[in-house]
Structures are given as structure tokens and as C-alpha cells.
């Protein structure tokens, strides 16, 4: 089993920038793919991010490329998600995943079998 636990969120302005962390217990994190995925109030969740176990690989989606970098820290257990140039439409609750089998490269809807609780992210305008 693999506990995460997400921080990091708050309110900020848009243009402003914000780093989650996520930090995992419970397993040997190397193996595991690490992902970001986020869920507005009344929407479906929606990836953001994701980085392979030893970190060369990365992947964004569409809405986020550019703006947001998703690394990993091995040594300490810990992925996170750097959000620049914020926008309102960033607003969120933003939930920390991992995997063992799934592909960085092809986590765009894919089901992670681990899930932190979420850290709320709220960008006003």
C-alpha cells in the first residue's frame, strides 16, 4: 500500500505561481509512476501531469504545457507539480497518483491505483 499526502495549495492571483509537493510512504517510490490530476466543482477530474519513476519521462495535458513542471525527488519520496502563471480556470482540487504499470507517457485517463486526498488550489482574477 502507498499513502500520499498532497500540499502545497492555497488561494493566490492569477498570473501568480504555486508548487505542490506530494510525499509517499509506504512503498519504493522509484518504481512508480507519479501523475497530477485535478477536479473543479461540478466537473469531471482531469489529468495534468505525470513523471516515470525515474523521472526522464514527462507528460502534460494540453491545458497545462508550458506553464506547469511536474519533477520527483527520489531520495525524499516526493513528486511535485510547479504552477506558473496561474489562471482562474487553474482553480481546483488537485490529487497526487501512482502506479506501478502505467506509462507516464500515457496517463491521460488512465486509473491509478493510488490517491491522495487532494489539496484545493483557487486562483482568483
Known amino acids: 500500500q502507498v499513502q500520499l499526502v498532497e500540499s502545497g495549495g492555497g488561494l493566490v492571483q492569477a498570473g501568480d505561481s504555486l508548487r505542490l509537493s506530494c510525499a509517499a510512504s509506504?512503498?519504493?517510490?522509484?518504481?512508480?509512476?507519479m501523475a497530477w490530476f485535478r477536479q473543479a466543482p461540478g466537473k469531471d477530474r482531469d489529468s495534468v501531469a505525470a513523471?516515470?519513476?525515474?523521472?526522464?519521462?514527462?507528460a502534460y495535458a494540453d491545458s497545462v504545457k508550458g506553464r506547469f513542471t511536474i519533477s520527483r525527488d527520489n531520495a525524499k519520496n516526493t513528486v511535485y507539480l510547479q504552477m506558473n502563471s496561474l489562471r482562474p480556470e487553474d482553480t481546483a482540487v488537485y490529487y497526487c497518483?501512482?502506479?506501478?504499470?502505467?506509462?507516464?507517457?500515457?496517463?491521460?485517463?488512465?486509473?491509478?491505483?493510488?490517491w491522495g486526498q487532494g489539496t484545493q488550489v483557487t486562483v482568483s482574477s
Open positions: 497518483a501512482a502506479d506501478l504499470w502505467i506509462d507516464a507517457s500515457r496517463f491521460k485517463g488512465a486509473k491509478f491505483d493510488y
Open positions: 509506504g512503498g519504493t517510490f522509484s518504481r512508480y509512476t
Open positions: 513523471i516515470s519513476g525515474s523521472g526522464r519521462t514527462t
